[in-house]
Every structure is written in C-alpha cells, then in structure tokens.
C-alpha cells in the first residue's frame, strides 16, 4: 500500500476531500521525522512505536580490496509493533 492508497482509502471511509487527508497525512509523517531526528521517540498505542536505536561502532571488510573499514557509532530509525497489531497480523495467516 502507497501513500497514494492510504490517502484514498481514509477520503473514501470519512468523507473528507483527498487534498485534505493528503496535507493531514503529510503533517504526520513529518512531525514523526522531525520528533526521531532530534532524538524523541514516537508512541501511537494500539499502533506501535517509531524508536531511535543507537548502533555501536564497528569494524567492517571490504573483501574486495582486502581492506578493513571503522564503521562509526550512528543512530537508525525503527519501528515497533504494538503486541495487539502483531497479535492480529499473526491470526490473519492463511
């Protein structure tokens, strides 16, 4: 499902215009970014969590070239189910 389908989709289930939920849907993904890039996590209970997690400093090789890299400490972006939404992904196997 795109952006695109979920704009669709609440403009059909609730009457607004497409234009709208498009602008509202857009707000949203970007207070989450803007809330993970100053290092503030996201809790939408029933849904899940968009969290920071913090990655080590690492040694990597480059096999290739025979090499070896330092991959330095850096946050990543994650989200988190929440147990209810993973419970009911789970009962919907076929």
């Known amino acids: 499902m795109t952006k695109a389908d979920i ?3 609440i403009s059909k289930n ?20 803007d809330s993970l890039v100053t290092n503030k996590n996201v809790y939408l209970r029933g849904f899940g969590s968009f969290i920071i ?3 080590a400093k690492k040694t ?22 929440a147990k209810t939404f993973v419970n ?7």
């Open 7 to 9: 704009v669709n989709e």
């Open 14 to 33: 609730t009457g607004i215009e497409k234009i709208t939920v498009q602008k509202t849907v857009e707000a949203f993904m970007e207070a989450v970014k």
């Open 53 to 55: 997690k913090k990655r």
């Open 60 to 81: 990597a090789r480059n096999i290739s070239k025979n090499t070896t890299l330092i991959i330095p400490a850096h946050n990543i972006p994650s989200f988190k189910p």
């Open 88 to 94: 009911k992904v789970k009962a919907n196997v076929k």
